[in-house]
């Protein structure tokens, strides 16, 4: 299958048995339909490119967890991380399609596309707390593995950042990669 120049990468990777997380920038079913073809499963981030899905996504888990989840089967995991004076806590709910009572915007564009999964991270540094919603399309099975394959996505998308920072700000201050990223990772 040919992919969208964009995911030109993933054709010459041997990806069959891999799950592939991808940013919002890549969350087209273009690519998801690529990454089924080539036996892998995906985890892609929503966000407000896909205005009608993310809006239907995001109010489908408002009212879930306003209800408890109530009659809803789901899978939940939360995880406290702590270090560098700052405590994360991650909450993670992930609900299969046929707990939804209704078809997702153009659903079945979405190749292998089998749960929905709502991320809530709520960051404690310092003397300010910050908290931030997301929502993932996923071919994976409403298990904490979504979870996991998220948290490890964000994991080296941070520490990408903060390399970038340190070679494009020349070694900031003159100091280690460590002090970079500490003031600015």
Known sequence: MKLQPSSALLEILNISGCIITIDAMGTQHQIAD????LG??????????????FEQVKQWFETAVANK?????????????????????RQVWAVTLAEIDFDLYK???W?????????????????????????????????NTSGLAIRQHW???????????????????????????????
């Open 69 to 89: 989840f109530e009659g809803i089967e789901y899978s939940y995991d939360l995880r406290v991380e702590s270090g560098h004076h700052r405590t994360e806590k």
């Open 34 to 37: 690529g990454i089924r073809a």
């Open 155 to 185: 994991s080296i998308e941070n520490q990408l950042h903060a390399r970038i920072r340190f070679h494009l700000w020349g070694g900031c201050d003159a100091d280690s990669y460590r002090t970079c990223t500490t003031k600015y990772g």
């Open 40 to 53: 892998a499963d995906y985890v892609l981030a929503l966000k407000g490119n896909h205005p009608t899905l």
């Open 107 to 109: 659903q079945s564009q």
């Open 111 to 143: 190749s292998g596309l089998q749960t929905i999964v709502m991320v809530i991270r709520t960051r404690h540094h310092r003397n300010k707390t910050t908290r931030e919603v997301m929502f993932y399309l996923t071919s994976l099975p409403p298990l």
